[in-house]
């Protein structure tokens, strides 16, 4: 069995084996008979350890056998530490403070631990005097005693534990927590430095490491987390006194793991969980009042005024029926303000939406907090606890003898993880990273491969929509997006990564359905109608809840679609009002907000996919894209790609249409199996690009983004027009950068830029050509008006004023009368829409 | 008969048995054989009518730990809750140790032994369930007639109006000369008999629920009969919410489960941290008095593909042969069909044709986001209001399940259309679009008077429109919102166009005059419709949905070139939208002729229809000229 991995040769118990249970091999799955949480509630008899023969029995002979062959037997001071008094009720009581190293620190009681804290685990094999023999007869055998029901030798458990955090290092951590930390030194000495700094007594662990480090001290920690953990305190309090004697803390340091692998899902919770460590994801839906649990009961005597602390065991207080003093019975009554309580409250977590099955609702679970986790997460919170999983059977009823043969669960929270608190702040890895298989992965860089993978994928997009290549692969580069870059340091913040895109089209061009394919392709969509939303609905509004009275910002679509895609329908429907908002998302990509004494500014990291109709329903090719869509020439400038979606009307296209069509209607399931799988490969390859890939300019591609650019302006410089503005040449770079993750490329390279270039001109050719020119002049977009109907529009000022001049002095002017003579002089004026 | 007799009154005996015998260590897997004993004593339908109803016999007329059925809807699913499986329980003055079952069960023994390391712990998961929401008359008359006429003698259930208490309910087991009453009624008195007797399931429950307060939420105002939490012990995934069952299970009503929760309040829980953290709301719905909401632990469940009481079930062995014989009389029956809504519309054989259509329509698959096959219809230009009441009452007549929404603005600013997830009571408050497959929805716009929507009005109308064009709906789950699909028949009936939208308007053109009209439509009602006519056009409806449907190659490309030619001939006329309704159309056309693939007749026709539907519509553009 395990020994103790590299056992540091001046220590004392060299190879001291852990006892082999049954199930010691497997660290997932102790027999779910194994019922410790709940041998409460029966009655006031202590049960004695009934069971434990099975588990204990048998490793306890072979184990012997070697502890005789040992030549070495433990010093008495080994010995001592580990004797089961002084562990098993490590952190109950103030006079268990183990150890002088921990003097006048007190040790805070764990609640969260459980309130089977004096359950039977004390009972190691010497303390029985009647089942086990063999073992109660060595006076020597502490170091193989193991708590009961575990396999968990308290001594081994402790060193290999201080071990850890002596030796742990993790030079490639990249949690912001550990932020300031020297990677390559010990994490958890310096931050066992940083307690004995700041005064705050938590160390938080990550189960991960201490899996890395020790794969058979994790599976102690996840299967029997209610010893295991106390014995970690222990392990560290030790070496935190014997490092920093002088510093003072309020009570000793409780080790707090988390991000233990045992489960993601609160769907998966099933019964082998029980009494475990488990990691669960989900959202704060109530919280309830704080809750004052007695600890310890204090009881008076009233005839002689006799004194007597009883500690509550498992939620039951044995009431002294006879004064110890006196000798009365039933003489001593509770006195509530002398008793010991500690901070409780129920939490309840729901499944987050994205963990969820189609068409089931949302399981939720119940949590208990202690102590400073009180208050800590909020309702709306999305947050991974840590946590040991309990099921309770339903009290005994005082007059029934019935009981529900139904266990209450819920789960003791050891350390609360907010997701979305470092939203935020900066950029969300932890909360977003999707766990891919290796199998996975190398299907997905298979893919990547491939030469003709952006067609291919773009063809996966929405596939019940017919056509539109460009405008698919248009909303691929978005849905991969840009590299993010922070120029915060010289000034300019962040960059817009994320492309906007706006189709603008005839009704029945399946705009929405396009939207609405988009809004579930993607794990943070939101999709609004711009009729159905008001400028509230998309940023965020502060509105009072109804419990606490407090203020609370409700985040709106906008906010909600933080590093997704917020689907827009029916833009041109926006009030004016709305529409503002949008001005500050698009570009600087944050919400500021000051409103009813809250000012703040939320990041909004959204693409924005908005969908437009002609005002005159039909789209007038007569007419520019802003006559067309009437939106202010400020907002769509700020769209990387506008598209037109017209139907083309011409024959070969209606064939394939109609066959794309048909082909939908009679598909065999099959068919759809092939597609839904399509779907998940496009799910995942997006969101691997979109955490894995950034790319950075090569030098050939920054040179053709220069020539691409210097030559957009030329077009125009011509005639006397502005064909591109230093926006389209970023919108180039995103498209760029966008290409090249889909490639999977790191570097972005001149292939990507000759996309870029044609996309880009391909949106441009279909929104911003001058219906009169019939050339593409950006300036419509960018002003909103294009050069040659600015020049025509100073022609007919320059006209009218100088038949104002030539009228002379006249003190009024009919505008009719005006507006006739100025026809009559000029027959260019005639078609304009200026007057 | 003695063993069904044994199955049906004490299943618990039975698996009792399977459970001693798995002890003994025969045969490990003694689950599973419970499981599969009923399934097999189940499979005739025969047997299966044996079994007494929930939806149709009061529940105190009902043997506590008896097997029943309940035909339900899954209105909220509660979290999963672990059991004892297993457990001994100690003697107290003997000190001998038994193990019992404790699955199918909610109360354990006496003096169980929580210690025992033979505690074996597992999982199961509670739906809450109501009867299927807008269930129509027809079909639950239809249900208890059937059940009714070969139950009698073996239900508990006796037709004497006194409650009784469980106990004497058990010694009334058998009453000789009541159940020869009962045989012995004919077929005209079933009628009225189940009448009475749906009353009374009714009225206990309104009564008690009324007192109590407990409201025991169901989708749609007005309804009535039991909710029971079911409890399922195998494969609860595959379950969905809103899906349509029927259960057979174990019924528990033991009013410890209730008691429990009464006194929990008495009891101070001052020492007892674990419980009294609920709410009280919270309390009251999960586990609200066993009396008011039974338990019903399932045995055997299976989804209700349809909710026709005419049609066999989809399992068994005589369905073949049952649609096969109702396929070659479809064309005659749609005949009939068609000159009954003829009449019905007021002469109007275009919008009749299109009701029929779309009263068979149903969505049959989801590609990306868009579901197939579904057919809203918008049926323009009723006539006076109490016209569209008329309406929805025949189609009552016709179709399994129906809702009427009058969409006044009192009732689109106040009632509760989306369900809304209520956190502090921690279930899933219903709202009227919660609604089961293939539901019939009648909006009736023409209730609709100017005035203002506030923020809930505006919602609902979103969710309306969301029900249409995408077959979802939308659930509020407070921070966030969860979509869930729905496939919901959604008829409006409006004076102009309506404001929602649509897959297809049709404007009713009128063939009686005005005049007359109040006279016409006071004899709809009276038209001559026999209950066999009647029962012919429900099994029509419900068999023409299940029909398998596909489309040939050959067909494909003779679509695709007519589709070109239309083009052809007016660009701006033909979208790909007229097209995906002409394949729904031609779908459904064929479909109610009973053909299983798309004919070239079948599209020709629909062409046509679709033809004359538009003419019309152009008409009218051009007299109102309020039409986009």
């Known amino acids: 069995m395990s020994s103790p991995a590299s056992t540091p040769g001046g220590r004392k118990r060299g190879r001291n084996a852990n006892p082999p249970t049954p199930n010691s091999e497997d660290p997932t799955s102790p027999p779910s008979q194994r019922r410790r949480g709940q041998d409460s509630s029966a009655g006031d008899l202590m049960p004695m350890p009934t069971s434990p023969a099975t588990d204990l029995l048998s490793p306890a002979a072979p184990q012997d056998t070697s502890l005789f062959s040992s030549p070495r037997p433990s010093g008495p001071n080994e010995v001592d530490i580990s004797s089961p008094l002084v562990y098993g009720t490590p952190s109950s009581r103030v006079e268990g403070t183990p150890r002088s190293g921990v003097r006048g620190t007190p040790a805070r009681q764990r609640p969260d631990l459980g309130s089977v804290r004096k359950a039977p685990q004390v009972d190691l094999h010497s303390d029985q005097p009647s089942a086990d023999n063999a073992v109660a007869s060595e006076p020597s055998a502490g170091q193989n005693l193991v708590i009961w029901g575990t396999d968990v030798n308290v001594g081994t458990c402790k060193e290999k534990f201080q071990r850890f955090l002596q030796r742990f290092i993790d030079p490639t951590s990249t949690e912001d927590e550990n932020a300031g930390l020297d990677l390559n030194e010990p994490l958890y000495m310096q931050k066992l430095e940083e307690i004995s700094v700041v005064g705050d007594p938590v160390l938080n662990v990550n189960c991960r490491h201490v899996q890395s480090f020790d794969a058979e001290l994790y599976r102690q920690l996840i299967c029997y987390p209610q010893e295991v953990i106390p014995t970690f305190d222990m392990a560290v309090n030790e070496l935190f006194f014997e490092r920093f004697p002088d510093s003072v803390l309020e009570y000793q340091i409780q080790v707090r793991p988390y991000n233990a692998l045992k489960t993601k899902n609160m769907r998966n919770l099933n019964p082998e969980d029980i009494d475990q460590l488990i990691t669960l994801g989900g959202m704060v839906i109530r919280t309830s009042q704080l809750i004052p649990e007695m600890q310890e009961a204090f009881f008076q005597c009233q005839v002689c005024a006799f004194s007597a602390r009883v500690e509550v065991d498992r939620g039951r207080i044995a009431e002294p029926a006879v004064c110890r003093n006196c000798n009365n019975t039933h003489s001593m009554t509770l006195v509530h303000n002398r008793s010991v309580f500690s901070d409780k409250q129920m939490i309840k977590i729901q499944e987050s939406p994205e963990d969820m099955p189609a068409g089931q609702t949302p399981h939720t679970t119940i949590l208990y907090a202690h102590n400073d986790l009180v208050d800590k997460v909020q309702p709306g919170d999305r947050v991974n606890i840590t946590g040991i999983y309990r099921a309770v059977p339903m009290r005994v009823h005082p007059r029934q003898s019935n009981v529900r043969s139904v266990y209450k669960t819920h789960i003791d929270a050891i350390h609360f993880r907010k997701t979305d608190e470092k939203r935020l702040h900066g950029l969300d890895q932890d909360g977003e990273q999707k766990l891919f298989t290796e199998d996975r992965v190398q299907t997905l860089k298979e893919l990547a491969a491939k030469p003709d993978v952006y067609e291919r994928l773009a063809s996966a997009l929405a596939p019940s929509i017919y056509e539109h290549e460009d405008i698919k692969k248009g909303i691929l580069l978005q849905l991969f997006g840009g590299t993010r870059k922070d120029f915060s340091q010289t000034g300019r913040g962040n960059f817009r990564a994320e492309v906007n895109i706006l189709l603008c089209g005839d009704p029945g061009t399946s705009k929405s359905q396009l939207l609405q394919y988009v809004y579930n392709l993607v794990p943070r969509g939101q999709y609004t109608s711009g009729k159905g939303s008001s400028a509230v609905g998309l940023t965020a509004y502060v509105m009072k809840d109804p419990e606490t009275r407090q203020l609370v910002l409700q985040t709106g679509a906008l906010v909600l679609s933080d590093n997704g895609i917020c689907c827009i329908d029916e833009f041109d429907k926006m009030s004016d009002n709305t529409r503002s908002v949008l001005h500050e998302v698009m570009e600087q990509q944050t919400l500021s907000i000051a409103k009813a004494g809250i000012i703040c500014q939320l990041n909004a990291r959204t693409a924005v996919l908005a969908a437009a109709n002609p005002v005159e329903s039909q789209w007038n090719p007569k007419k520019t894209t802003i006559e067309n869509i009437q939106l202010p020439h400020t907002l769509l400038s700020r769209f990387d790609l506008i598209f037109l979606m017209l139907d083309p009307q011409d024959e070969a296209y209606d064939r394939r249409l109609a066959h794309h069509l048909v082909s939908l209607y009679y598909q065999s399931e099959e068919q759809m199996e092939e597609e839904f799988l399509d779907m998940a490969v496009l799910k995942d390859y997006i969101a691997y690009a979109r955490t894995y890939i950034s790319p950075r300019l090569s030098e050939e591609a920054s040179q053709a983004l220069i020539e691409a650019y210097v030559d957009m302006r030329k077009i125009g410089s011509g005639r006397g027009m502005v064909s591109a503005y230093p926006r389209q040449l970023e919108s180039l770079i995103r498209l760029a950068e966008a290409h090249a993750k889909v490639r999977f490329s790191e570097k972005v390279e001149t292939i990507d830029v000759e996309e870029a270039k044609r996309l880009h001109r391909e949106a441009l050719k279909q929104s911003a050509t001058d219906p009169r020119t019939g050339f593409v002049d950006i300036s419509i977009l960018t002003t909103g008006m294009s050069a040659t109907a600015r020049k025509r529009k100073e022609e007919v000022a320059q006209a009218l004023k100088k038949l104002i001049q030539a009228k002379g002095k006249t003190p009024a002017m009919k505008y009719q009368q005006l507006l006739e003579d100025l026809r009559g002089q000029s027959e260019t004026v005639r078609t304009s829409s200026c007057l | ?628």
């Open chain 2, 1 to 628: 008969m003695l063993s069904t007799q044994d199955w049906i009154h004490a299943p618990l005996g039975v698996v009792e048995e399977k459970f001693a015998a798995a002890q003994k260590g025969s045969s490990p897997g003694w689950e599973a054989e419970v499981v599969e004993f009923f399934k097999e004593q189940l499979k005739e339908k025969s047997a299966q009518s044996l079994v007494p109803s929930l939806n149709d016999v009061p529940l105190h007329y009902l043997k506590p730990n008896s097997l029943v059925k309940f035909r339900c809807f899954i209105q909220d699913m509660f979290d999963p809750e672990f059991y004892m499986g297993v457990y001994e329980t100690v003697d107290g003055p003997t000190d001998a140790k038994m193990l019992h079952c404790g699955k199918y069960r909610d109360v354990a023994e006496c003096g169980v032994d929580f210690n025992s390391k033979n505690t074996v712990t597992a999982e199961r998961q509670t739906f809450y369930c109501v009867p299927i929401p807008g269930e129509n008359l027809w079909v639950k008359d239809g249900y208890a007639g059937s059940s009714q006429a070969r139950v009698v003698a073996s239900t508990s259930y006796v037709p004497s109006r006194q409650k009784r208490s469980y106990e004497e309910d058990e010694d009334m087991d058998t009453q000789p000369q009541k159940q020869a009453h009962a045989g012995l009624q004919g077929p005209t008195d079933l009628q009225s008999n189940a009448d009475c007797k749906r009353q009374e399931t009714e009225a206990p429950p309104t009564q008690a629920a009324s007192a109590s307060h407990l409201d025991l939420n169901f989708p749609l105002p007005g309804e009535r009969g039991p909710a029971c939490l079911v409890k399922v012990y195998e494969d609860w995934e595959s379950f969905k919410l809103n899906d349509a069952l029927e259960v057979f299970g174990i019924l528990s009503v033991s009013p410890a489960l209730s008691a429990l929760a009464e006194e929990r309040d008495a009891s101070s829980s001052f020492l007892d941290p674990t419980e009294g953290m609920e709410t009280a709301e919270e309390q009251r719905v999960h586990s609200p008095p066993a009396s008011l909401v039974p338990r019903l632990h399932v045995l055997h469940a299976k989804p209700l593909q349809h909710n026709n009481p005419l049609l066999p079930h989809a399992t068994s062995d005589d369905n073949g042969a049952f649609l096969s014989s109702t396929v070659a009389e479809m064309a005659s029956v749609r005949a009939e069909l068609l000159a009954y809504f003829t009449h019905v519309l007021l002469g109007d054989g275009l919008a009749a044709e299109f009701l029929l259509l779309h009263l068979l329509s149903s969505v049959y698959s989801r590609r990306d986001a868009l579901p197939l096959g579904k057919f809203t219809l918008n049926l323009s230009g009723l006539p006076a209001a109490s016209y569209s009441e008329r309406l929805y009452q025949i189609l009552q007549q016709l179709v399994p399940c129906s809702w009427y929404l009058a969409m006044s603005l009192q009732n689109m600013n106040q009632t509760r259309l989306r369900p809304r997830k209520d956190y502090t009571a921690n279930r899933l408050v219903s709202g009227s679009l919660q609604l089961a497959q293939n539901t019939s929805l009648f909006l009736d716009e023409t209730r609709l008077e100017p005035g203002q929507l506030d923020a809930t009005g505006v919602c609902n109308v979103t969710a309306l429109g969301n029900v249409i064009t995408w077959q979802k709906v939308d659930y509020d789950f407070n921070y966030h919102q969860m979509e869930f699909p729905c496939n919901i028949n959604v008829l409006i009936a409006s004076e102009g166009r309506s404001l929602l939208p649509s897959d297809c308007r049709v404007h009713l053109e009128a063939q009686v005059t005005p005049a007359h009209l109040e006279e016409y439509l006071s004899s709809i009602q009276a038209f001559p419709q026999t209950s066999s006519q009647l029962n012919r056009f429900r099994i029509y409806l419900s068999v023409a949905r299940l029909l398998d449907y596909s489309i040939s190659d050959q067909m494909t490309k003779y679509v695709e070139e007519d589709f070109v030619e239309m083009r052809k001939d007016d660009p701006q006329g033909v979208s790909a939208d007229d097209l995906h309704r002409m394949l729904v159309v031609a779908r459904l056309l064929c479909l109610s002729l009973g053909q299983n693939h798309l004919s070239r007749d079948g599209w020709l026709r629909a062409k046509h229809m679709e033809m004359l539907r538009r003419s019309r519509m152009e008409q009218h553009q051009t007299v109102n000229g309020n039409e986009p």
